[in-house]
C-alpha cells in the first residue's frame, strides 16, 4: 500500500527543490526552505489550484520531516480533512498537523512561521513523559 505522505513529499522535493537554493532533505534545516518557499509564494498571485497543490505538497513534506527525525504514524483525521503525524505511542501522544500552518503562512501570516512552528512540536516530542497528550496545528 503506498504512503501518501510520503508521496506528496517526494513530490514536493522533485517539484520544488529548484524554487530555492536550500537542500530539501528531510531534515529540521530544511524547514528554512519550505518557509522560504512559502515567503515568495505568499507575494505572488497564484490560482487556487496552484495554492492547494503547494499547502498539499509541503504540509506532507513537513509531516514526513517529523516522521524521519521521531518516527511515528500518520493517521487521517476526518474532522480536519488532513494527515496526522503521532508520535510517541504508547507512552505518551505527540501530534501535529500541518495544512492550516501551511495555508496560513502562505496567505502571508508571519505568525503561522512554520520553523517556529515545527520547532514547538519537536520540542513537545523531546519533552514529553509518560501520559503526555498534544496536538500541535
Given amino acids: ?17 529548484s524554487w530555492t537554493d536550500l537542500p530539501l532533505d528531510y531534515s529540521r534545516d530544511s524547514l528554512e526552505a519550505v518557509e522560504d518557499l512559502l515567503e515568495t509564494a505568499s507575494h505572488q498571485a497564484l490560482n487556487e489550484q496552484t495554492q492547494a497543490a503547494l499547502v ?5 513534506y513537513i509531516l514526513e520531516v517529523g516522521m524521519r527525525e521521531f518516527g511515528g ?14 508520535v510517541g505511542e504508547p507512552n505518551f501522544s505527540v501530534a501535529i498537523m500541518t495544512k ?8 502571508g501570516d508571519l505568525g503561522d512561521h512554520i520553523e517556529f512552528f515545527y520547532g514547538g ?7 514529553a513523559v509518560p501520559g503526555t497528550s498534544a496536538l500541535y496545528l
Fill in 1 to 17: 500500500m503506498s504512503n501518501p505522505v510520503l508521496t506528496n513529499a517526494e513530490a514536493a522535493v522533485k517539484q520544488l527543490q
Fill in 56 to 60: 498539499e505538497l509541503l504540509a506532507c
Fill in 73 to 86: 504514524k500518520y493517521a487521517w483525521s476526518e474532522e480536519r480533512k488532513q494527515f496526522v503525524l503521532v
Fill in 100 to 107: 492550516d500552518r501551511v495555508r496560513g503562512r502562505l496567505s
Fill in 121 to 127: 512540536f519537536a520540542t513537545g516530542v523531546e519533552k
